[in-house]
């Protein structure tokens, strides 16, 4: 049962546009949650988060809402740049007391390619 | 430099001989945790520690070890390695469960 979805393998966006990438959610607990941005050869890197009681974070070009009601979430990149060419992870966690509060559920991540 | 170090980044081996992945960081970080990563699946969590002595099982635990006798370090043993074990693995530690994770370069792993 695949808890956090991203149903996009991959996206292609021309350079200086806007990069919209998706990620639903299932698990009504979710509270908080992430995008990674992960180049080939080397680890997730965070890119921007969200917590519940919010429905929008930004930070400088990258913007995350929340819509809670549909349990999706949207990572908006504003313009894209070539640098950007990335895979996506959105991942999410619930929080509640005991050693599970750790746990971040990942999705199968979205490759973003900005063409130039 | 704030990092996450794993060793050996690349490893072929055979099935059923044991291996260690490495995992240290020097930011003193409580938590941490190690993933995979296979092709249509993501990452997908296997253990995790809170602490020193103190671990719990992820998504994904079956067929792997893993000890934290030192704050810095948390280990990931194969005990008698299988091909399904082939893939990508991700070290990664946070000071709290409410901050992002730093994660390592990855290790690949190949089991024949």
């Known amino acids: 049962d695949q808890q956090v979805k991203q149903n996009s393998p991959s996206l292609s966006v021309q350079e200086g546009r806007i990069s919209i990438l998706n990620c639903d959610y299932t698990n009504s607990m979710f509270d908080y949650f992430l995008w990674y941005k992960k180049y080939p050869a080397e680890g997730p890197t965070f890119l921007i988060s969200i917590s519940s009681i919010k429905d929008k974070n930004e930070d400088g070009r990258f913007t995350v809402f929340l819509n809670k009601s549909a349990k999706h979430l949207s990572l908006h990149i504003v313009p894209s740049q070539p640098g950007d060419s990335a895979v996506y992870f959105c991942?999410?966690?619930?929080?509640?007391?005991?050693?599970?509060?750790?746990?971040?559920?990942f999705g199968k991540g979205t490759k973003l390619s900005v063409i130039p | 430099e704030a990092q996450v170090t794993q060793n050996p980044r690349y490893l072929i081996t055979v099935t059923g001989k044991k291996l260690t992945v490495t995992c240290s960081q020097n930011m003193n970080h409580e938590y941490m945790s190690w993933y995979r990563q296979d092709p249509g699946l993501g990452l997908r969590q296997i253990y995790y520690s809170m602490n020193v002595e103190v671990t719990d099982k992820g998504d994904v635990p079956e067929g792997y070890k893993v000890s934290r006798k030192e704050k810095r370090n948390f280990p990931l043993i194969l005990e008698s390695p299988s091909p399904n074990q082939t893939s990508l693995y991700f070290c990664a530690s946070t000071s709290d469960p409410i901050q992002p994770q730093h994660f390592g370069d990855g290790t690949r792993l190949s089991i024949l």
């Open positions: 991942a999410a966690r619930a929080t509640y007391s005991g050693a599970g509060s750790y746990q971040l559920t």
